[in-house]
Structures are given as C-alpha cells and as structure tokens.
C-alpha cells in the first residue's frame, strides 16, 4: 500500500481541509492557510459545493429513483460523502467511486471498510472507466463529476471526457456537475489559482460557466440550470449567509 507523505500537501487533503474534515495534516493545514490568503472565499467555495452535491445526489437517489452512483475523481472520502448522502435517501444506492492518486486510493481503503466500491482509473480513458465500475448499464447511472474537470486545461479535451462517460450510459441517467469559474470574484481566485498551479503538480483551470455548459451538451438540464452551487435549489430555511453566490456553477441534467 502506497505510505502517505505527512510533512506535502496534497490537493485532496487541502480539499478536506477546508470542508471541516480532518483526514489532513499540518502541512494541508498550512497550504489551505496560504491559498485562503489569496480567496478567503475558497473554505465557502468548497463547502458550498459539498451542500449541492448532497442536495443533487439526495433528490436523485429519492425524487428520481436512481440507484447507481458513479462519482469520478472524488478524493479522500469525508463527512457525508456520496455513498452516505446516497444511502440515506435510498438505503440499496450503489457508489462506485474512481480515482487515480495513489495517496488517495490508500486513504480510502482504508476508511471505506467494504461501504463502497473504490476504483483506481484514469478520468482521461473513460472506456476503461465504465468497463471498470461494473455498473448495470441497463439501469439508469448518476455521473459525478465535481471539481475535477478543471484540471484537463484543454476544454475540449474535458469535453470529450465527459461525451465519453455519458455515451454507455442509459436514457434517464444523469450526470452532476460543477468546477469553478472566474465571474463573480475572478482576479482574487485566479491570483491564488496561480499561485497553486506554480507550486503544485496538478493544476486547476478555472473557466466561464458559457464554457461549462458545454459539457451539458445534448443533455436535459434540470431546474434552475447551470447557476452558482449555493442557488441549486437551496433548502427553504437556507440562511442568507448560505445563499451567498460564489465562483463555482453547478448543474443536474438528464441523458433523454
């Protein structure tokens, strides 16, 4: 098993970091200080992309009846991770879970203890994908895919990965998205973007959300459409402070 380096930060543990999590060390600690220098709004971005992502997998796995879940460079699982959030609406919900970041796989065997299926595959080769996950292909299959398609820089290249993924799928699937962007407050995150992508061996690339919706193409986008996380459909008591749009958009479609 692949030994986890304490004293680097990785991206998934800074990730952790600023949801509240505490599968981290000082050294994500410090690295999550130093980007938050730069966007203090990254801990709201972060946290405000966790809430729509258990509101979306909440309404699929209950409202829509979806029972495969099939959520592509997840990370470290954390508090309310998919299989949780999936679970809790519909107790027999099937995660599968991909990731190709050794660290990552080794944390996560080791925290998931059998509660789902964790992949080790390349997001860049979606065949290989969906020969791997094992899911019934005769059934409808929810796509995740959250904060990881910034890191293909060529848009085109995304795009291609996510027509990849959704090709297999059956009609009444869906897919669940959302990246960040650079409308709302773009110079401060892309300052600290910068700043990450110098130092870090993955980079991230924040684009329009005219260029995310491309990666909706052909697809039915559920109400309200590609919006800021915090405004897809938001819990009727939702404080004001949790409403608040940030430079990270979301969206739900179904495959017709």
Same mark, same amino acid.
């Given at each position: 098993?692949?030994?986890?380096?304490?004293?680097?930060?990785?991206?998934?543990?800074?990730?952790?970091?600023?949801?509240?999590?505490?599968?981290?060390?000082?050294?994500?600690?410090?690295?999550?200080?130093?980007?938050?220098?730069?966007?203090?709004?990254?801990?709201?971005?972060?946290?405000?992309?966790?809430?729509?992502?258990?509101?979306?997998?909440?309404?699929?796995?209950?409202?829509?009846?979806?029972?495969?879940?099939?959520?592509?460079?997840?990370?470290?699982?954390? #508090?309310?991770? &998919?299989?949780? !959030?999936?679970?809790? =609406?519909?107790?027999? @919900?099937?995660? +599968?879970?991909?990731? %190709?970041? *050794?660290?990552?796989?080794?944390?996560?065997?080791?925290?998931?203890?059998?509660?789902?299926?964790?992949?080790?595959?390349?997001?860049?080769?979606?065949?290989?994908?969906?020969?791997?996950?094992?899911?019934?292909?005769?059934?409808?299959?929810?796509?995740?895919?959250?904060?990881?398609?910034?890191?293909?820089?060529?848009?085109?290249?995304?795009?291609?990965?996510?027509?990849?993924?959704?090709?297999?799928?059956?009609?009444?699937?869906?897919?669940?998205? #959302?990246?960040? &962007?650079?409308? !709302?407050?773009?110079? =401060?995150?892309?300052? @600290?973007?910068? +700043?990450?992508?110098? %130092?870090? *061996?993955?980079?991230?690339?924040?684009?329009?959300?005219?260029?995310?919706?491309?990666?909706?193409?052909?697809?039915?986008?559920?109400?309200?459409?590609?919006?800021?996380?915090?405004?897809?459909?938001?819990?009727p008591d939702a404080p004001p402070a949790d409403l608040r749009p940030t430079d990270e958009y979301a969206a739900v479609a179904r495959k017709p």
């Amino acid at each position: 098993m692949t030994q986890l380096d304490t004293g680097i930060p990785h991206s998934a543990r800074v990730w952790n970091y600023w949801l509240g999590g505490t599968d981290n060390f000082a050294a994500d600690r410090a690295a999550g200080d130093d980007f938050a220098q730069f966007y203090p709004d990254i801990v709201v971005v972060a946290r405000s992309s966790r809430a729509f992502l258990k509101r979306a997998v909440t309404h699929l796995a209950g409202e829509a009846g979806v029972q495969q879940f099939l959520d592509v460079g997840t990370g470290i699982p954390s #508090a309310e991770h &998919t299989h949780q !959030i999936a679970r809790a =609406a519909s107790p027999h @919900a099937q995660v +599968v879970y991909v990731d %190709n970041d *050794p660290l990552v796989l080794a944390h996560a065997h080791e925290v998931l203890n059998g509660e789902a299926v964790y992949l080790d595959a390349d997001l860049r080769e979606p065949g290989s994908v969906i020969a791997s996950a094992g899911l019934d292909l005769t059934r409808p299959v929810a796509l995740i895919l959250t904060n990881i398609l910034g890191h293909i820089a060529d848009l085109d290249e995304a795009v291609s990965v996510v027509q990849g993924l959704m090709a297999p799928l059956p009609s009444g699937s869906y897919l669940v998205t #959302a990246d960040g &962007t650079n409308v !709302i407050d773009g110079p =401060a995150f892309e300052a @600290a973007i910068g +700043v990450w992508n110098a %130092n870090a *061996p993955l980079s991230y690339h924040l684009r329009h959300p005219d260029a995310l919706a491309r990666f909706l193409d052909g697809l039915e986008l559920l109400p309200p459409g590609l919006v800021p996380c915090a405004t897809w459909r938001p819990a009727p008591d939702a404080p004001p402070a949790d409403l608040r749009p940030t430079d990270e958009y979301a969206a739900v479609a179904r495959k017709p």
